[in-house]
C-alpha cells in the first residue's frame, strides 16, 4: 500500500476532471468542471484549446507499439498544453501517471486510482522508482531546458 497522503487539491481536479464531458467531434474547448484549475493551481489554466495537431498526435501517442516519445521544438507550440490534454485522457480512464511539472521543485504528482499524490523526489524516489519501473505507468515529464527550450516526455 502506498504510504503517502492524499492531496485534497489533486482529488477535487481529478474529480473534476472526470465529470467534464468533452467531445473532440463537437468542441475543440475542454474546459475543466466547475471552472477547476488543472492540478488545483491558481497559476494553472481551467480551459484548453484543443488544436487539430494535439488530435492527431494524441492517436499517435496511444498506439500499443509506441512505448517511449519525446516531443519537442520550437517554443509556443503548446507542448505542456498537449500534456494536459493527454493527462486528462489518461485520468478519465484511471491510469497510472507520474507526473513531472517543471515549476514544481523536487517533486512530482502520482496519480493512481482515482487519488492524487505530490511525492517528494528525495524522501519518496524508493515509491516514485517502484512506479517508474511498472510497465502500465505513464510517465509525463514537462521540464524546460537551458536555451528556454521545453520537452515533454511521455512513456508508457
Given at each position: 500500500?502506498?504510504?503517502?497522503?492524499?492531496?485534497?487539491?489533486?482529488n477535487?481536479?481529478?474529480?473534476?476532471?472526470?465529470?467534464?464531458?468533452?467531445?473532440?467531434?463537437?468542441?475543440?474547448?475542454?474546459?475543466?468542471?466547475?471552472?477547476?484549475?488543472?492540478?488545483?493551481?491558481?497559476?494553472?489554466?481551467?480551459?484548453?484549446?484543443?488544436?487539430?495537431?494535439?488530435?492527431d498526435?494524441?492517436?499517435?501517442?496511444?498506439?500499443?507499439?509506441?512505448?517511449?516519445?519525446?516531443?519537442?521544438?520550437?517554443?509556443?507550440?503548446?507542448?505542456?498544453?498537449?500534456?494536459?490534454?493527454?493527462?486528462?485522457?489518461?485520468?478519465?480512464?484511471?491510469r497510472?501517471?507520474?507526473?513531472?511539472?517543471?515549476?514544481?521543485?523536487?517533486?512530482?504528482?502520482?496519480?493512481?486510482?482515482?487519488?492524487?499524490?505530490?511525492?517528494?523526489?528525495?524522501?519518496?524516489?524508493?515509491?516514485?522508482?517502484?512506479?517508474?519501473?511498472?510497465?502500465?505507468?505513464?510517465?509525463?515529464?514537462?521540464?524546460?531546458?537551458?536555451?528556454?527550450?521545453?520537452?515533454?516526455?511521455?512513456?508508457?
Amino acid at each position: 500500500p502506498l504510504q503517502v497522503t492524499e492531496n485534497q487539491d489533486l482529488n477535487g481536479f481529478i474529480k473534476a476532471l472526470k465529470d467534464t464531458d468533452f467531445n473532440t467531434k463537437t468542441s475543440d474547448l475542454l474546459e475543466l468542471a466547475d471552472n477547476t484549475k488543472f492540478f488545483g493551481l491558481k497559476n494553472q489554466p481551467s480551459k484548453l484549446f484543443i488544436r487539430n495537431c494535439y488530435k492527431d498526435l494524441f492517436q499517435t501517442v496511444l498506439k500499443p507499439e509506441i512505448r517511449n516519445l519525446r516531443i519537442s521544438n520550437s517554443l509556443g507550440i503548446g507542448k505542456p498544453f498537449f500534456g494536459y490534454y493527454l493527462l486528462y485522457d489518461l485520468l478519465k480512464k484511471d491510469r497510472t501517471i507520474v507526473y513531472e511539472l517543471h515549476t514544481m521543485k523536487s517533486s512530482v504528482i502520482l496519480f493512481k486510482e482515482g487519488k492524487g499524490f505530490y511525492l517528494n523526489e528525495i524522501f519518496n524516489h524508493k515509491i516514485i522508482r517502484n512506479y517508474l519501473h511498472k510497465e502500465n505507468t505513464w510517465y509525463i515529464i514537462d521540464i524546460m531546458l537551458l536555451l528556454l527550450r521545453q520537452f515533454l516526455f511521455l512513456h508508457q
